[in-house]
């Protein structure tokens, strides 16, 4: 059924490595999704608009600016909202402060926009971060963190370590709580939180929770869902390519501030609520993660919601699982910063 927990939350059977599927046993049509999701795939096909790697990523970043809230629910008024400037790896970082409330010492949510390491931005991810800040209760700041090709690999997570750090240490300076930080993000925002959650524990920086939705996690695109869903499930593996090309040589992708599997140890990290689409290329790695983290003794509560793809979460004008995946993130935030 769509949006039910195909796992109890903080329970569950491990699965330690990558599901192994038979790609044959999955026909590639439009009978996996939801109607709703079909519709919107097919809606998609008939605009014919350009894939994003048969574009410049200039011209990438203007399509996906354009094409971001047309789906996504319109943006929600809030009684705080600010633009700042945060201390970088290499300098400042445009961010913004969401808050459902003009309250001192709120919990703080930082979070790290999907598209690949390569578009995305502030506004892109607007009415999202909006979503998140009413529904945990909690501030919410969303980092401009430097893209690719401009700036490759680390470059992106240093600057999310960067804010992570700063916030550690300077969240009262906004009214916030640096007591009560979590991490999260979408796709590629998604695999900067969880590296950036394995570094919080070597910085000694105690997360409430890490918020995973959809993300990225193994070295190469190898999975049987990358196979499975490899075209017309929105997320195609040339674009999968094309965001990796320009953020990070080949060589590198083994390292774990990339891939945050190959981390040599899950231990000791900050509960995790994870995300996932079942029509998504990404999904077997990030059950493969969520396993991992489980076995490595930490708290996990998986989502899985069935027929939709990936990029679903931003889709709450059309998909009824987007609005229950936002419940899902809020509960989830509002029970960690509790704890």
């Known amino acids: 059924m769509a ?4 796992v109890p939350r903080r329970s569950g059977t491990l699965r330690a490595v990558v599901p192994e599927r038979d790609p044959l046993e999955f026909p590639l ?11 919107v795939l ?15 990523p200039k011209q990438a970043r203007i399509a996906y600016l354009m094409g971001a809230e047309i789906l996504d629910l319109p943006r929600a008024p809030l009684p705080r909202i600010e633009n700042l400037q945060l201390p970088g790896a290499e300098g400042p970082l445009a961010a913004r402060l969401y808050a459902p409330s003009e309250a001192a010492g709120l919990p703080v949510l930082l979070y790290f926009h999907g598209g690949g390491f390569t578009i995305g931005s502030l506004e892109t991810h607007d009415s999202l971060c909006r979503q998140l800040a009413l529904k945990s209760g909690a501030a919410v700041i969303s980092l401009d963190y430097r893209l690719a090709p401009e700036h490759r690999f680390p470059a992106a997570v240093e600057d999310c370590w960067a804010v992570l750090r700063w916030l550690a240490a300077s969240a009262q300076t906004l009214g916030l709580d640096p007591h009560r930080i979590a991490v999260g993000g979408d796709s590629a925002g998604g695999t900067l939180a969880a590296v950036s959650a394995l570094h919080a524990r070597e910085q000694g920086i105690p997360l ?7 993300p990225g996690a193994t070295a190469h695109a ?10 017309g499930f929105l997320l195609d593996a040339a674009g999968i390519e094309w965001f990796f090309s320009h953020y990070i040589e080949y060589h590198h992708r083994r390292d774990w501030r990339f891939a945050p599997l190959e981390a040599e140890d899950h231990s000791g990290l900050a509960p995790a609520c994870l995300v996932l689409a079942e029509c998504d290329p990404l999904v077997d790695e990030g059950i493969a993660y969520a396993d991992t983290l489980r076995a490595a003794g930490n708290a996990v509560q998986l989502e899985l919601y069935r027929g939709v793809t990936h990029d679903f979460i931003k889709m709450g004008r059309q998909i009824p699982e987007a609005l229950q995946a936002l419940d899902a993130c809020g509960l989830a935030l509002k029970e960690a910063f509790d704890r």
């Open 3 to 6: 949006g039910q927990r195909s």
């Open 29 to 39: 049509s439009s009978s996996l999704l939801t109607p709703r999701m079909a519709g």
């Open 42 to 56: 097919e809606r998609i096909h008939r605009a014919n608009r350009p894939a994003f790697h048969s574009l410049t």
């Open 208 to 214: 409430a929770l890490q918020l995973l939705i959809t």
């Open 222 to 231: 190898d999975t049987a869902s990358h196979k499975l869903f490899a075209n």
